[in-house]
């Protein structure tokens, strides 16, 4: 089925950062199919390398200035990549695995936080929840740089199930604990880079009972008792509603909620298969999908900013000059 310059703008509005008039006039009448897979198939473009990072200025008190020049360095990178599609799945996974610097004041931190979903985005989601339970930024902001065997903090395992991964109604507290068990001892090190670190010595090793198998887990082995035949179904369920709400509509029902995790599962529960799964289910072309959504402020931000053909630091920079 073809496709109006119309259909690509809110194609590229959903999952992307927006599209000129020359570039959807120029795509259209290609079939839908070939448009989802130039904006899903590519791998992300590099990103720059905050300077600020670097500059032994901002060191100490001056942390915030470089926490504020990671995501400006990001800003700059959607409104100006080749490859959006890859920067919108990235921003969607920022909104699902959320990190803030409100607590997390931490550069490098959020900078390796942010290398690590770009890299994983597109991915099997294994991978991906692996990376993001033990990274650094992740343990400041939920907590589990104090989950200990002699004293645990449930805060990362409760989002981890009940936001993350397989959803409400599908764990129990019990359950909940027991995650927190498995990841105590996933730390940082404390040699000022901040890497994540396994202290064993802090480790429950007993044996634990979660989601319905029992072993002596690891965050890495509780990643994949979640990811398991079982539970990835409902993990699948989790993704399939929040990208649709992300990317279609605020209210998907449990027909489009099941079709897209059932295709995603069956494409390989990664990334593309979930982005893929979304921008070709018929309903994605749909009224409620055309006319229900709600672009967040950096999607508008950036799409403001891909009209004007400036980066948003720039814009922003004029604006302080004007006044």
Known sequence: MSTTPAEIHRLW???????????AEARAGRPWAELVEELVAPDPAPMPRPAALDDPALAGSGEFFRA????????????????????KLTWFWHGHF???????????????QLTTLRTRAQGPFRDLLGDIVVDG??????????????????????ELLELFTVGVGNH?????????????GHNVDWDGSMLPRFYPELHDTGTKTVLGSTGAFDAHGLCDVICNATNRE????????????????PKPTTTIVDDVARAALAAGFSGR?????????????????????????VEIAIGLAKVAGATPTALEASKILAD
């Open 13 to 23: 509005r959903r999952a992307a950062f927006g599209i000129d008039a020359t570039g």
């Open 68 to 87: 504020l020049a990671v995501s400006a360095t990001w800003l700059d990178h959607m409104a100006s990549t080749p490859t959006p599609g890859a920067e």
């Open 98 to 112: 959320t990190t803030s610097m409100a607590k997390v004041v931490w550069g490098e931190g959020l900078f390796r």
């Open 137 to 158: 930024a992740m343990s400041f902001w939920l907590d589990n740089v104090g989950n200990v065997a002699s004293g645990t903090n449930e805060n990362l395992a409760r």
């Open 172 to 184: 129990t507290q019990a359950d909940v604990i027991a995650a927190a068990r498995c990841l105590t």
């Open 234 to 249: 409902y993990v699948a369920r989790t993704v399939a509603r929040r990208l649709w709400m992300a990317w279609a509509s």
């Open 273 to 297: 298969a979930f982005a893929r799964a979304v921008l070709l289910h018929p309903e994605f072309r749909g009224v409620a999908a055309r006319t229900e959504h709600v672009r967040t402020p």
